[in-house]
């Protein structure tokens, strides 16, 4: 099979609903890429998407974008799918997981025929099961099979930190791990502000009940995508970013440390499940997890989340 070069400005999004015409819009203003490819099963959709956002090129910097196939997979240094069903009202993400990985199946052995060298990035939901699936059925090595995972989840904490305590979200540094899901962990134990223990930080601010009070926000945080979904039906926006933020990671090489999905191989005494953990994230996807300290309430809670996504794993039949 002949060996595809990579090109390192290229980025390609499959599935041009919501959230991948949402991402395609928020790469094109990063800068980040000068040639976007969109593919849709509707291919007059992601030709309409392309034309749209090729339309503010010109206020924004110099970038190729059009639809197309799969074929313009070949030299795409990051594969973006967003590709699924929506996420109804009253539907969990775990509940979408027959119809998507029907739709994965179609999807990713058409990426692997092209013997493609780019990052595949997984957005579409339920994102953990969906990651492990592409990673079966693609053959790719496991560090360029990467999740969203939380990267919005922790994203959604850290804002609801940031304005419980009155300080700038990005001087707020805590994760949540686990499945992006019902069973996520938010893992206070180690979160803090500008190196303050959160409930050190809490009390500076005049705050004393941090059980209830964490309690509050990591509820909320999983109920954000609920609440938004009741109110207008979908979400895109904060995954859009998201997307954008893990794709800058990868393409300068940052060695950024996010909590994308990725294979767990042992830590926490975890194993053969994809759920997300901080990892250190560069031009070759995942380099490394990196293990952070946990209660032992939290780990009993990734033990449990990794258990129901285990679960939910041995009843996908992958074989035709």
Do not use: W
């Not at 804002?159 to 949540?176: K, N, P, T």
């Not at 979400?235 to 990725?262: F, Q």
Request: charged fraction near 25%.
């Amino acid at each position: 099979m002949q060996e595809n070069k990579t090109n390192l400005r290229k980025v390609a999004v499959i599935g041009c609903g919501f959230v991948g015409s949402a991402s395609a819009f928020c790469l094109m203003q990063s800068g980040l890429f000068s040639e976007m490819v969109l593919i849709d099963i509707d291919h007059d959709r992601a030709v309409g998407e392309a034309l749209d956002i090729s339309h503010g090129v010109p206020l924004a910097r110099p970038m190729k974008i059009y639809g197309g196939d799969y074929d313009d997979l070949k030299d795409a240094a990051i594969i973006v799918i967003t590709a699924g069903a929506n996420q109804k009202p009253g539907e969990t993400r775990l509940d979408l997981v027959n119809k998507n990985v029907a739709i994965f199946k179609t999807i990713v052995p058409e990426i692997a025929k092209r013997n493609c060298k780019g990052t595949l990035l997984i957005v579409s939901n339920p994102v953990d099961i969906l990651t492990h699936v592409a990673l079966k059925l693609s053959g790719f090595p496991k560090n360029r099979v990467i999740g969203s995972g939380t990267v919005l989840d922790t994203s959604r904490l850290k804002h609801l930190l940031g304005e419980h305590l009155g300080v700038d979200s990005r001087s707020v540094h805590a994760f949540i791990i686990g499945e992006h899901g019902d069973s996520e962990i938010a893992a206070f134990s180690s979160a803090n502000v500008s190196g303050i223990p959160v409930n050190e930080f809490c009390e500076l601010r005049g705050f004393y009940h941090h059980e209830k009070a964490t309690a509050q926000i990591a509820q909320k945080v999983k109920d954000s995508a609920y609440e938004i979904i009741d109110k207008k039906n979908a979400t895109y926006y904060g995954i859009a970013m998201a997307v954008k933020r893990i794709c800058e990671a990868i393409l300068r090489d940052e060695k950024s440390i996010l909590p994308v999905s990725s294979l767990m191989e042992g830590a926490y005494g975890i194993r053969d499940v994809v759920m997300s953990m901080p990892a250190i994230v560069g031009k070759d996807g995942i380099e490394t997890q990196v293990p952070i300290a946990l209660s032992q309430e939290e780990l009993e809670k990734l033990q449990d989340s990794a258990e129901v996504l285990q679960q939910v794993m041995e009843g996908i039949e992958l074989e035709s």
